[in-house]
């Protein structure tokens, strides 16, 4: 029988590094960040997890 672990990822923004569980959605990330829901940001990834960067440039 194999055991289901849940998982944690890190994320870093501003520099600071935080865990997170991997049941989260991109919304309550960046909620939890203190981000607005609908703010456009670039996911980057990183070894232990990923990166996010608010794009606050108009295209």
């Known amino acids: 029988m194999e055991t289901v672990t849940k ?9 600071i ?3 997170v569980p ?3 959605t991109l919304a309550s990330i960046l909620t939890q960040i203190g981000l607005a829901e609908d703010t456009p940001v670039r996911i980057v ?5 990923f990166a ?4 606050t440039e108009k295209n």
Do not use: F, M, N, R
Request: charged share 30%; proline share 8%; hydrophobic share 30%.
């Open 52 to 55: 996010i960067i608010p794009q």
């Open 17 to 19: 590094k935080q865990a």
């Open 22 to 24: 991997d049941d989260l």
């Open 7 to 15: 998982k944690t990822v890190s994320i870093e923004y501003a520099g």
């Open 45 to 49: 990834p990183t070894k232990e997890g």
